[in-house]
Nanobody, 124 residues
Framework: QVQLVESGGGSVQAGGSLRLSCAAS???????MAWFRQAPGKEREGVASITTDGITRSAASVKGRVTISKDNAKNTLDLQMNSLNPEDTAMYYCAAQVYNSACRTLNRDLFPYWGHGTQVTVSS
């Protein structure tokens, strides 16, 4: 079992940037890692993922604006978000799963390990 703690959320104006970080209690090199987000009244959706061998994918809604990365030495997962807009306002969650298939689908139901989230608010 791995414990995840997110940080880096905050309030920014449209067009701004934020970098989210997730600290893991276990080796991130051993997990498919992902970021999800949930806006009020909406379902939790996948933002980006990275497999154990570093293959990344991102959702169409954020493609070209986010970069997911991990530091195996520090056991951290980051999400760099640029050109933020109000539609990006949500609680952002870090998630982990042993199997890389979860990263390929970004299906939230396949991720057993979750952090408590960090809030991102983008104002126009």
């Amino acid at each position: 079992q791995v414990q995840l703690v997110e940080s880096g959320g905050g309030s920014v104006q449209a067009g701004g940037s934020l970098r989210l970080s997730c600290a893991a209690s276990g080796a991130v090199s051993s997990y498919c890692m992902a970021w999800f987000r949930q806006a009020p009244g909406k379902e939790r959706e996948g933002v980006a993922s990275i497999t154990t061998d570093g293959i990344t994918r991102s959702a169409a809604s954020v493609k070209g604006r986010v970069t997911i990365s991990k530091d195996n030495a520090k056991n951290t997962l980051d999400l760099q978000m640029n050109s933020l807009n109000p539609e990006d306002t949500a609680m952002y969650y870090c998630a982990a799963q042993v199997y890389n298939s979860a990263c390929r689908t970004l299906n939230r139901d396949l991720f057993p390990y979750w952090g408590h989230g960090t809030q991102v608010t983008v104002s126009s």
